[in-house]
T-cell receptor, first 113, second 113 residues
Framework: AQKVTQAQTEISVVEKEDVTLDCVYETRDTTYYLFWYKQPPSGELVFLIRRNSFDEQNEISGRYSWNFQKSTSSFNFTITASQVVDSAVYFCALSGPARQLTFGSGTQLTVLP | NAGVTQTPKFQVLKTGQSMTLQCAQDMNHNSMYWYRQDPGMGLRLIYYSASEGTTDKGEVPNGYNVSRLNKREFSLRLESAAPSQTSVYFC????????????FGDGTRLSIL
């Protein structure tokens, strides 16, 4: 069985602070894929990044960066210099053998002005 | 470019009523999915269809049926709605091959009284 744990239910920061969202996963597959999605207050789900199990390089995209560590089964997401528009629920997800996604319970990020 | 379209966006039902949620995608994707999102629980997979003509149960299939009408459309039916099925329902689709990100519709907010 696969499992994704996002232990941080809610995080609140002040604008311009850096914030890291944690994601820990469990899987028996040797090949797997990890994803992050953003769900703003409007409710839609927006794809942010995909990472495969063979690629442990960190990735940076503007103010967003992702740290994938197989040794600790973690795929953490950092927002640098947070902005109010970053306020959303962020989901980490893991692809299964039939390629369906197992989602974590999400982290509600609130960025205060 | 509509992507994934879900109808209706909102619905209120009485216990015992039946209803079909519609989903259509215009991206020529093979795989389609139905999830429900409940507070604090992330998204849970109800049913999925890896390709036209096939459907499989996900994590929480009880009380639901699905139909993959054609490559574009994947409907979710509640035969006898129960208050426990009050949720936000998301449909998603994905291209085949190396796990591509799933593209989500805007969701259907369903309340059962």
């Amino acid at each position: 069985a696969q499992k994704v744990t996002q232990a941080q239910t809610e995080i609140s920061v002040v604008e311009k602070e850096d914030v890291t969202l944690d994601c820990v996963y469990e899987t028996r597959d040797t090949t797997y894929y990890l994803f992050w999605y953003k769900q703003p207050p409007s409710g839609e789900l927006v794809f942010l990044i995909r990472r495969n199990s063979f690629d442990e390089q960190n990735e940076i995209s503007g103010r967003y960066s992702w740290n994938f560590q197989k040794s600790t089964s973690s795929f953490n997401f950092t927002i640098t210099a947070s902005q109010v528009v970053d306020s959303a629920v962020y989901f980490c997800a893991l692809s299964g053998p039939a390629r369906q996604l197992t989602f974590g319970s999400g982290t509600q990020l609130t960025v205060l002005p | 470019n509509a992507g994934v379209t879900q109808t209706p966006k909102f619905q209120v039902l009485k216990t015992g009523q039946s209803m079909t949620l519609q989903c259509a995608q215009d991206m020529n994707h093979n795989s389609m999915y139905w999830y429900r999102q409940d507070p604090g629980m992330g998204l849970r997979l109800i049913y999925y269809s890896a390709s036209e003509g096939t459907t499989d149960k996900g994590e929480v299939p009880n009380g639901y049926n699905v139909s993959r009408l054609n490559k574009r459309e994947f409907s979710l039916r509640l035969e006898s709605a129960a208050p426990s099925q009050t949720s936000v329902y998301f449909c998603a689709s994905r291209d085949q091959g190396v796990p591509q990100p799933q593209h989500f519709g805007d969701g259907t907010r369903l309340s059962i009284l």
